[in-house]
């Protein structure tokens, strides 16, 4: 009951902060493609707007290689529409070789709209005006090919589960969450937390850092507990992502820095355990707004009676905002706040 009371209580000014100013948006879905589909759908289940920047180029290399293979499939089928679409193919292929450098623009177009009477109405909107330049239609042609090869498949009954699990695996592989971390932005803002934590004479706190950077080793959660436990003022030093970390690293962590990491969605469910400090640095940003409103409720019931939950965002090297909001009976309330640059 507590929880739940707490967990609604964090107060409006915490949304006005700049620090919630704005926030990542799920990109409508544009392209009538199964890749672009899967994409979307995946982002949404796993709640990850944003992704790595490699995650854009790797999803393009992923429609690449899902054509190819697409590609050879088709060349083992036999039916009449396989045989129309590899009809259609080839005059494609005829108009973006370099067979078509001879032809004029004028008889460039006129074949273009020959070709664009046979394809599907979704095919001949991407198509521009003309006139238009030889390489922006060459351009579109290379994305009808695509688009009509897709379409195919997809309305396949023999062909469309097959093809729809291996688009969702490339796009499966494509889409990371995005991990940059960098102890140079973390120094300071680990600093400040010593000096609250060395204000309110705390001792043997218990510390999580929520969103760790796991996939690049954690290594703020290594200088959290050298800079945290330096005169005892934290002595449990946990970290936590929803990218599940390797035995090695886990066992390296616990081994060599006494330091527990684990995997969890504390925008699913609170964390297993509560804490007497939170740190969630450079995560919400990455969240949608009610995704973000939901974390936040998780991790202040996460927190124990006077817990303290440090929130920060990078924004430049000039502006680290970060708030410190504290649980007390109840009710969370906003407790203090510091720009952490150097
Ligand atoms: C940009 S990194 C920040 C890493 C580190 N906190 C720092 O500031 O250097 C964002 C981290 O949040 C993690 N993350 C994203 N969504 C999460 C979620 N719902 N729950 C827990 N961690 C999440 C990512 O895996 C990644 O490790």
Redesign the pocket.
């Known amino acids: 009951m507590e929880d739940k009371a707490v967990a609604t209580d964090v107060p409006p000014e915490v949304w006005r902060h700049p620090l919630f100013a704005g926030c990542a948006e799920y990109v409508p879905v544009t392209q009538d493609l199964a890749i672009a589909l899967c994409d979307a759908g995946l982002r949404r289940v796993r709640?990850?707007p944003s992704t790595a920047d490699y995650s854009r180029l790797a999803l393009l290399d992923a429609v690449q290689a899902q054509q190819r293979k697409a590609l050879q499939w088709l060349d083992g089928i036999q039916d009449p529409s396989a045989i129309a679409l590899k009809g259609l193919l080839n005059h494609l292929e005829r108009l973006t070789g370099t067979q078509s450098n001879g032809l004029s623009d004028e008889m460039y177009q006129r074949a273009v709209t020959r070709l664009a009477e046979s394809l599907p109405a979704q095919a001949r909107a991407v198509l521009p005006e003309f006139p238009a330049a030889r390489e922006d239609i060459r351009a579109t042609l290379g994305l009808i090919r695509i688009l009509i090869v897709d379409r195919f498949f997809r309305e396949s009954a023999a062909w469309r589960n097959r093809y729809l699990k291996s688009a969702y695996r490339y796009a499966d592989r494509a889409l990371r969450?995005?991990?940059?971390?960098?102890l140079a932005?973390?120094r300071p803002v680990l600093a400040w937390i010593r000096q609250v934590l060395t204000g309110q004479s705390r001792s043997r706190a218990s510390y999580a850092?929520?969103?760790?950077?796991?996939?690049?080793g954690a290594p703020?959660v290594v200088l959290a507990a050298e800079t945290l436990r330096r005169g005892g003022l934290v002595e449990t030093v946990h970290g936590?992502?929803?990218?599940v970390a390797s035995r090695e690293l886990v066992a390296h962590m616990r081994g060599e820095y006494h330091i527990n990491l684990y995997s969890?969605?504390?925008?699913c469910r609170p964390l297993p355990m509560r804490y007497d400090v939170i740190l969630l640095?450079?995560?919400h940003r990455?969240?949608v707004q009610a995704?973000q409103e939901t974390?936040l409720r998780h991790l202040a019931a996460s927190l124990n009676t006077q817990g303290l939950l440090f929130i920060?965002w990078?924004f430049n090297d000039r502006e680290s905002p970060c708030l410190c909001l504290q649980k007390n009976a109840g009710h969370i309330e906003v407790l203090a706040e510091y720009n952490c640059v150097f």
């Open positions: 709640r990850m969450y995005n991990t940059t971390t960098d932005r973390m850092d929520v969103g760790c950077a796991v996939a690049e703020a936590t992502d929803i990218v969890s969605n504390p925008v640095a450079n995560v990455h969240l995704d974390l920060n990078r």
